[in-house]
């Protein structure tokens, strides 16, 4: 048997800790569900989920409670639907919206994403009407995601598509604006998305994958608050360097990574289908100590926001994939951090209390795993400006190689200072103000390209 | 043929007991087979399965042995052994679980879990059990091949908990060994 100590605080890290598989996310393959009339496509859509997820939540949920790990989530993820609805119209692609939404209730997962189209280099047609689809298809549905790449360090960003969705995503939030605007919170724009994503919103089936895939999300900023916080007291912060806690950071993350592992290969083995990747993202969430800006506060920052933000979240980021990257056989995904301002208590505190603006969490996206996410913002910001930033983050992402995503909420009727709840995991948080609004319209008015970077160029 | 012997040992610790146990069996041309040694507190206990020619006793071996051990100090016990000797590593059964146990001190705290399991018919596999500053910890290694439903199980231990006033958790060995091991397997 093991030592005890380390028996002890394994058991600690599952029962105290909030340890947990946040989702484990199916990726199904949708290419072939394609027919001549709508109507036959969403039924072999509905056919196919239904035959592959019939499963799924019970195993999982068994799988979870043999193990004691409880399985959190339960989700799909499909193929890009612009893909699966090639030369569809608007109307098409809300037929396929609701097809997906009675999916997902069959299957009894809480969300399904991949409404979705990948448009880095340049819109089809279709690809124009999905994106007009969006704020009809996330009105009517409940479950459903959407999500568009319309940047990558390959092929630069594309403006065209940026300028739309600025308004794609005011439009949603005004289709919503009796929760608050909370269509847009199931909505992400991004740079260099991933295929293999468990998370939510922006979880695709990625082009490349196999027909079918489990891809499991692990999490736990608690665990790793509660071990920072254990090691600073056992050792006395004053004999403690700042690549002692880099260390602590990357040997929790890898027990919490193995978790996942192990979670993931049982419910795959159990249910026949591949086991994708794990992602070992700290993904916070409203509860009480489960927040990675606590992890800020206790790596040294009093305000997040506060000057020394931006390299903490940097090395936070840094040794969660070092330690993730060896407690997996496989890992992808985002894989890193996230600060998800109304998914996190401490960070929607901060923007409350004006330490954390929308500058420094911009800076912050350099170096964390996603981007600006689930940032509230007054509804009186207009279309444009909201492409503006996301354009900012686009650009982040693909000069840096990495993963960035925009998901916006302008909040309809409310400005900056007051609050905003969408509840549950989408959490809370108060209105963040946006300087320099309405400065940005020429910038947005060009379209075209920016072209991709120079290091892009590999050959 | 062989004679197989169990030999234990039990002792206060100091440096050259397995010396003089093993440097015996060597004497009397014996072939060690397994060992397993572990102290607690100050005192030695090892048991150990060693074969011997036919014609080697157990009293000649205990004599061997207690001539050994300069101070007088070894409780020797040695019982020729019946089974035949299992070879290769053990594999720990499907359904192998840790159940931790912590509470304040009180006499019949292991005697009540273990209890718990026999009824159960639930095989303790590994046992360690530690008192630091009036707080009593068990740690079981138990497998539960022969439970029925385990659910049931999780609700008669929250049962047991709270009856005895101590903090029981349950997990599968497998969480403790990948989150702890190199190799996942």
């Known amino acids: 048997m093991l030592r005890s100590d380390q028996i002890l605080a394994t058991v600690e890290m599952i029962q105290k800790e909030n340890l947990d598989v946040r989702t484990v996310t199916m990726g199904i393959n949708l290419l072939d569900c394609r027919s001549d009339n709508v109507e036959t496509t969403c039924y072999n859509i509905e056919r196919k989920i239904q035959s592959l997820a019939e499963n799924f939540v019970p195993t999982c949920d068994k799988i979870g409670r043999k193990l004691g790990i409880p399985v959190v989530n339960k989700r799909i993820s499909v193929t890009p639907i612009a893909l699966v609805g090639a030369g569809y119209n608007r109307a098409q692609f809300v037929r396929l919206a609701r097809c997906l939404e009675k999916s997902a209730d069959i299957a009894g997962v809480d969300i399904l994403g991949g409404f979705s189209a990948q448009v880095e280099k340049g819109l089809t047609e279709s690809d124009r009407e999905y994106i007009l689809a969006i704020p009809e298809a996330l009105a009517v549905t409940n479950k459903v995601c959407a999500s568009i790449n319309i940047a990558s360090s390959q092929k630069g960003i594309n403006m065209d598509a940026l300028a739309m969705v600025g308004q794609t995503v005011k439009d949603l939030a005004e289709s919503t604006r009796d929760s608050g605007g909370f269509g847009a919170a199931k909505f992400v724009a991004f740079c260099n998305q991933p295929g293999d994503n468990p998370f939510m919103a922006g979880a695709i089936h990625g082009t490349g994958e196999a027909d079918a895939v489990l891809n499991v999300g692990v999490s736990g900023p608690g665990v790793i608050a509660r071990s920072l916080e254990r090691l600073i007291s056992s050792h006395g912060a004053e004999n403690l360097l700042i690549d002692d806690l880099a260390e602590e950071i990357k040997q929790t993350t890898f027990r919490v990574t193995r978790c996942g592992e192990l979670v993931g290969r049982q419910v795959s083995r159990e249910l026949g289908i591949e086991f994708g990747v794990v992602d070992l993202s700290l993904a916070p969430t409203p509860t009480v100590g489960d927040s990675v800006g606590e992890i800020l506060h206790i790596l040294g920052v009093d305000a997040i926001g506060a000057p020394g933000s931006t390299a903490i979240v940097a090395m936070l980021n840094d040794a969660v994939k070092k330690g993730g990257i060896f407690a997996s056989k496989a890992v992808g995904g985002l894989s890193g951090a996230f600060i998800p301002v109304m998914e996190d208590a401490v960070l929607a505190e901060a923007v409350g209390r004006d330490e954390l603006c929308l500058e420094k969490l911009e800076a912050m996206t350099c170096v964390c795993s996603v981007g600006l996410d689930m940032v509230a913002v007054p509804g009186s910001v207009d279309a444009d400006t909201i492409s503006a930033i996301i354009a900012d983050e686009m650009a982040i992402g693909m000069v840096n190689n990495k993963t960035t995503a925009a998901r916006i909420i302008p909040v309809p009727g409310k400005e900056a200072g007051d609050h905003v709840s969408f509840g549950g995991l989408f959490g809370a948080s108060p209105i963040m103000p946006v300087r320099n609004v309405g400065q940005s319209s020429r910038f947005v008015a060009w379209g075209g390209r920016i072209p991709a970077p120079i290091h892009s160029f590999k050959n | ?185």
């Open chain 2, 1 to 185: 043929m062989q004679r197989q012997m169990i030999i234990s040992v039990m002792a206060k610790d100091r440096p050259g007991i397995i010396a003089a146990v093993t440097g015996a069996i060597f004497e009397l041309n014996g072939d060690l087979a397994d060992l397993n040694q572990s102290i607690l507190r100050g005192y030695l206990t090892m048991i150990l399965i060693a074969s011997f020619d036919e014609e080697v006793t157990v009293d000649e071996v205990f004599a061997r042995i207690s001539a050994a051990d300069g101070g007088n100090e070894f409780d020797i016990i040695i019982k020729p052994m019946q089974l035949a000797l299992e070879s290769g590593m053990v594999t720990l059964p499907a359904k192998t679980y840790i159940v931790t146990a912590q509470g304040v001190n009180k006499s019949g705290l292991v005697y009540g879990i273990s209890s718990f399991c026999y009824q159960r018919n639930i095989n303790i596999l590994d046992l360690s059990t530690t008192l630091t500053e009036g707080r009593y910890t068990m740690i079981l290694q138990i497998d539960l091949s022969h439970v029925e439903s385990i659910k049931d199980l999780r609700d008669d231990l929250e049962c047991y908990a709270l009856q005895s006033e101590m903090h029981v958790m349950m997990q599968h060995y497998e969480i403790f060994r990948v989150t702890n091991e190199v190799t996942m397997k």
